[in-house]
């Protein structure tokens, strides 16, 4: 089962990602008042994701995870 060998990589990146992601979304609901406007969620999301997914953070999920 593939999901269990990339296991690392939920709680590593995709969780780092989840995080980051939730944090902007407040982030830009604090600073406006309303909800991320449709037309930057892509470009915002994308700017979260280059920073949970680092070479240095992929890594290191492999590597404290033991497999």
Same mark, same amino acid.
């Given at each position: 089962?593939?999901?269990?060998? /990339? +296991?690392?990589?939920?709680?590593?990146?995709?969780?780092?990602? $989840?995080? !980051?992601?939730?944090?902007?979304?407040?982030?830009?609901?604090?600073?406006?008042?309303?909800?991320?406007? /449709? +037309?930057?969620?892509?470009?915002?999301?994308?700017?979260?994701? $280059?920073? !949970?997914?680092?070479?240095?953070?992929?890594?290191?999920?492999?590597?404290?995870?033991?497999?």
């Amino acid at each position: 089962n593939t999901t269990h060998h /990339l +296991q690392p990589l939920d709680i590593g990146c995709f969780g780092l990602l $989840q995080t !980051a992601w939730f944090n902007c979304c407040d982030t830009v609901l604090g600073e406006t008042g309303e909800p991320m406007e /449709l +037309q930057n969620v892509v470009k915002e999301y994308w700017e979260v994701r $280059q920073g !949970a997914f680092k070479e240095t953070t992929i890594l290191a999920s492999w590597q404290n995870s033991g497999i």
